[in-house]
């Protein structure tokens, strides 16, 4: 018989990791797109760090993301 509650972190955790998947190809195809530009149209280099700060913003946001849905899997095996 299948509990009535079943848990809801496993989907949690899915859910995470799927997000933070988008994020990281969303961050790298506009990181990639706005470098590609910024040098089409002499973009001043200023501009350009602040698009590689805003990427690194991005992609450390999806690591720690990962990083709780990976330990949050881990809590649930044992």
């Known amino acids: 018989m299948a509990p009535k509650h079943p ?14 998947s988008i994020v990281i190809i969303v961050t790298m195809v ?6 590609f530009i910024g040098g089409q149209i002499g973009l001043p280099t200023r501009y350009a760090f ?3 700060l805003a990427a690194l ?11 709780q849905a990976w330990r949050k899997r881990q809590t649930m095996k044992d």
């Open 7 to 20: 848990d809801p972190a496993p989907d949690l955790a899915s859910r995470q990791i799927r997000i933070a």
């Open 30 to 35: 506009v990181w990639m797109g706005a470098s």
């Open 50 to 52: 602040l698009i590689d």
């Open 57 to 67: 913003a991005a992609f450390f946001w999806a690591l720690v993301n990962l990083y």
